[in-house]
């Protein structure tokens, strides 16, 4: 499915207490296929900063349920300045879509900076939107959003199932590679959120391990979550 240009993907997101995460786990590893980017059984450490216009509209979309919303994250994996990749994911009702392009390192320190401009020539349409966004219209890195990701794909309906464990917010500071980041957590150690996502279908097989109708459906943000950790941390 597409809508203007984009390509939409389903997404349902669920919180999970300890017991249904392992018996989920047992069930869908047993079905489908460990992300190959994963560096162990416990998965890959996923880190973004995410960034916000002056007026917070990310955040408030977020919150107020605006059918169409945007947000710009810089994602780095296992700590590693190896791959830096700007992405937008948008939200479309029930329906997403996601949008990527690489950074290099000495472009993410000069933007961590508030010097966008190494982005102003740039090609790619991403990068020249998001250099306008942080010239003209004021967006500046928001939070640090930390966590553990459980992945598992399935090559038909182009499946993604996904346990996200241990959420953390960085609550000293906005670089990703800061030595000194402080990590705080954001969600009890007893909870796992698991994301299923697809394209047009959800196969029978993989619908009757998840049994997505046993769960409780939720309208879960991990920016929203982790911004009010930061949010809660300084009134403190």
């Known amino acids: 499915m597409e809508f203007q240009g984009n390509k939409l993907r389903h997404e349902l997101k ?8 392992l018996a989920l786990r047992h069930r869908i590893s047993a079905a489908m296929t460990m992300d190959r980017n994963s560096v162990d059984a416990e998965g890959y450490g996923i880190r973004s900063l995410y960034f916000d216009g002056v007026h917070q509209h990310s ?13 710009y994250r810089i994602r780095i994996y296992n700590g590693s300045d190896a791959k830096i990749t700007l992405e937008r994911k948008s ?8 949008e990527s392009a690489p950074l290099s390192k000495e472009e993410y320190g ?9 982005l102003s020539a740039k090609e790619h349409p ?12 004021g967006f500046r890195p928001s939070v640090i ?5 459980e992945a598992y794909v399935y090559e038909m309906g182009n499946v993604r199932v996904t346990f996200d464990k241990r959420l953390a917010a960085g609550i000293n500071t906005v670089d990703l590679f800061d030595p000194a980041l402080v990590l705080e957590e954001a969600l009890s150690p007893a909870l796992t959120i698991m994301e299923i996502k697809y394209d047009s279908f959800l196969p029978d097989g993989i619908r009757q391990i998840i049994q997505p109708q ?4 939720s309208a879960i943000s991990k920016f929203v ?9 300084f009134k403190d």
Do not use: W
């Not at 939200?91 to 996601?98: A, L």
């Not at 991403?126 to 219209?137: D, G, N």
């Open 14 to 21: 669920y919180y999970l207490h300890m017991h249904e995460y």
């Open 59 to 71: 955040l408030y979309d977020k919150n107020n349920g605006i059918f169409r919303r945007n947000k």
């Open 145 to 149: 959003v930390d966590y553990t990701r």
């Open 91 to 98: 939200k479309y009702g029930d329906y997403i879509s996601k």
């Open 110 to 118: 000069l933007i961590l900076q508030g010097d966008p401009s190494c």
């Open 126 to 137: 991403l990068l020249k939107e998001f250099y306008v966004s942080l010239a003209h219209y």
């Open 225 to 233: 979550i982790c911004r009010e950790v930061g949010v809660k941390h």
């Open 214 to 217: 046993a769960h409780v459906r």
